[in-house]
């Protein structure tokens, strides 16, 4: 029985990430993720007591650990910040060009329309860019940047990553981003 009602969970909340990624928090309404999720009306009180905040609140988490491990991946291994930048920009760009344009990519969305309205939604969508730009400074200090100008450039990757989503998800394709990732060299120049 428990792994019903995981799936069930799991399905309300895949439903609702990608609803609130496509959507936004205030476009995503508790009836639509239950009528998309197949879920049993009273199940989606039962797995989320707090109702739409609690699942935005998973959902964010979710997506964040989702990017954490997909850049985690993509940036590992590669000979230089360069091509694992590079690298990492266009995988993303490659999510826009598909049928699933946008599962577990980034939050901008949702952190634009909730950051004065919901602190709770604000500080978990913090969380998540907090997390992404350490990762980033991480790999960037790997290569032999100095600490403080890889937590700038951690901040600025990220920055470019989220409006390349957003210009990618409003030109229906990933060009945006593959533009962007032909800049990370000037972007990187002469710092490894």
């Not at 496509?22 to 039962?46: D, M, N, R, V």
């Not at 989320?48 to 850049?71: N, R, S, T, Y």
């Not at 690298?87 to 901008?108: A, M, N, R």
């Not at 604000?122 to 990762?135: D, G, M, T, V």
Request: with cysteine; proline share 3%.
């Amino acid at each position: 029985m428990a792994n019903k009602k995981e799936s069930t969970r799991n399905c309300i909340l895949g439903t609702a990430s990608r609803l609130f990624q496509c959507q936004g928090y205030h476009g995503t309404g508790l009836k639509q993720i239950i009528e998309e999720s197949g879920a049993p009306k009273g199940s989606i009180y039962y797995h989320f007591p707090d109702g739409k905040e609690e699942i935005a609140l998973e959902a964010i988490e979710l997506m964040k650990q989702h990017v954490l491990q997909a850049a985690k991946m993509d940036l590992s291994g590669k000979g230089s910040a360069v091509e694992g930048f590079v690298h990492h920009i266009e995988k993303v760009s490659f999510l826009f060009d598909s049928e699933q344009k946008t599962t577990g990519l980034p939050i901008g969305l949702i952190a634009s329309e909730t950051a004065e309205s919901n602190p709770k939604l604000r500080e978990a969508c913090n969380s998540a860019f907090s997390n992404w730009q350490s990762l980033y400074a991480e790999v960037l200090v790997g290569f032999g940047f100095n600490e403080n100008k890889a937590a700038d450039l951690g901040v600025t990757i990220n920055a470019l990553i989220e409006g390349g989503c957003i210009l990618s998800m409003t030109n229906g394709s990933g060009e945006p981003l593959r533009s962007i990732a032909k800049q990370i060299p000037f972007l990187l120049m002469n710092e490894e």
